[in-house]
């Protein structure tokens, strides 16, 4: 049996920024910031796009 996971995209992806700037004080240069702030949004976009097409 499958078990369905709901996300809400927008949430993770509020999540996700915070922890990002988080570490971005800490860690990461500003080149490194703005790959993974990229990389989030476009998985939080493939997240809406895959809850749209589903039943």
Do not use: G, H, W
């Amino acid at each position: 049996m499958k078990t369905v996971v709901k996300i809400d995209p927008e949430l993770e992806y509020e999540k996700a920024k915070k922890i990002i700037d988080l570490v971005s004080k800490q860690i990461l240069d500003p080149d490194q910031v703005s790959s993974l702030d990229s990389s989030v949004s476009n998985l939080a976009t493939v997240a809406r796009v895959l809850l749209e097409r589903s039943p």
